[in-house]
Nanobody, 122 residues
Framework: QVQLVESGGGLVQAGGSLRLSCAASGRTFNNYAMAWFRQAPGKEREFVAV????????AYAPSVKGRFTISRDNAEKTVYLEMHSLKPEDTGVYYC???????????????WGQGTQVTGSS
């Protein structure tokens, strides 16, 4: 089992940057692909980025590609999301998820953190 705790959210002006962290507990972190999703008010949770167990493979939603970077530190059991050139439409609660198989569908992820709010102001 994996417990996840996100941090690093906040209010940032358009064009600004933030780095989110997701700290995991449990001995099997290395076995899980990790992903970031976000959810805006009144909308469904949407895929942002995913990283493989080793960190060698990543994938991004088209809306964030080139602006966001996902990475992981297996020794520290932490996954990160570097966000640059933030836009108001990036606003939402950002969640990290863990699953044995990497994917882009939120319904397939077994474990979730509580989320961290990111607000991009215009």
């Amino acid at each position: 089992q994996v417990q996840l705790v996100e941090s690093g959210g906040g209010l940032v002006q358009a064009g600004g940057s933030l780095r989110l962290s997701c700290a995991a507990s449990g001995r099997t972190f290395n076995n899980y692909a990790m992903a970031w999703f976000r959810q805006a008010p009144g909308k469904e949770r949407e895929f942002v980025a995913v990283i493989s167990t080793s960190g060698s493979s990543t994938a991004y939603a088209p809306s964030v590609k080139g602006r966001f970077t996902i990475s992981r530190d297996n020794a520290e059991k932490t996954v990160y999301l570097e966000m640059h050139s933030l836009k108001p439409e990036d606003t939402g609660v950002y969640y990290c998820g863990a699953n044995l198989v990497a994917g882009t569908a939120a319904r397939k992820y077994c474990y979730w953190g509580q989320g961290t709010q990111v607000t991009g102001s215009s």
